[in-house]
């Protein structure tokens, strides 16, 4: 079993819709955790942390489910500017470890 | 504000050869890592360093070296390439502290024909 486990993609939407992110990972002393974004090509960059509170910036909600060792990504209101692949990103040992991502395509 | 800078950016080798790929970065950060991305899959931790003179092996070590010599820089040798080893390799780097986050560079396409 992987140590961090995403959707698999890719999810194709329409403008305008919500689509939600799925991820779990395999180690209950995970310490942190984070969504990050990455463009065709390019290197991944932080969209967001995520907290057992569950946090929100803009059209983005994330939330961190500890008990099921379960996050999630919410994007409401899909532009074609989120069209990327989405990574799910745990710290465990002080180590980076990385979901495969799931893409995502936004059309008009 | 360089923030992190891989060099070269791209390249293509001939089986057998050997290169380094060169991170560097300005931002007085303590932790430096080496990734590889292959299609349809996340990024897979090669090396990492916790400081200065000290490095740690990560999930794909194997027919890589590296070195730490100076903070802001972390070098990624191929002592002998081979074309399993065509890749996408990501550096990144962090302050000290789990929840401090990774700023990576551009990348360096490699291909070992």
């Known amino acids: 079993r992987k140590e961090v486990e995403q959707d698999p993609g890719p999810f194709n939407v329409p403008e305008g819709a919500t689509v939600a992110f799925n991820c779990t990972y395999s180690n209950s002393a995970s310490q942190s955790f984070f969504w990050y974004r990455q463009d065709c090509r390019k290197e991944p960059k932080l969209l967001m942390s995520?907290?057992?509170s569950g946090n929100e910036d803009g059209r983005f909600t994330a939330q961190l489910n500890r008990a099921s060792q379960y996050i999630s990504l919410l994007i409401r209101d899909s532009k074609l500017s989120d069209s990327a692949t989405y990574l799910c990103?745990?710290?465990?040992?002080?180590?980076?470890?990385f979901g495969q991502g799931t893409e995502l395509s936004v059309k008009p | 504000n360089a923030g992190v800078t891989q060099t070269p950016k791209f390249r293509v080798l001939k089986t057998g050869q050997s290169m380094t790929l060169l991170c560097a970065q300005d931002m007085n950060h303590e932790y430096m890592y080496w990734y590889r991305q292959d299609p349809g899959m996340g990024l897979r931790l090669i090396h990492y360093?916790?400081?200065?003179?000290?490095?740690a092996k990560g999930e794909v070590p194997d027919g890589y070296n590296v070195s730490r010599l100076k903070k802001q820089n972390f070098l990624l040798g191929l002592e002998s390439a081979a074309p399993s080893q065509t890749s996408v390799y990501f550096c990144?780097?962090?302050?000290?502290?789990?929840?401090?986050?990774?700023?990576f560079g551009a990348g360096t396409r490699l291909s070992v024909l």
């Open positions: 990103v745990v710290i465990h040992g002080g180590k980076l470890i």
């Open positions: 990144a780097s962090h302050l000290a502290g789990n929840k401090n986050i990774q700023y």
């Open positions: 360093s916790v400081g200065e003179g000290t490095t």
């Open positions: 995520v907290y057992s």
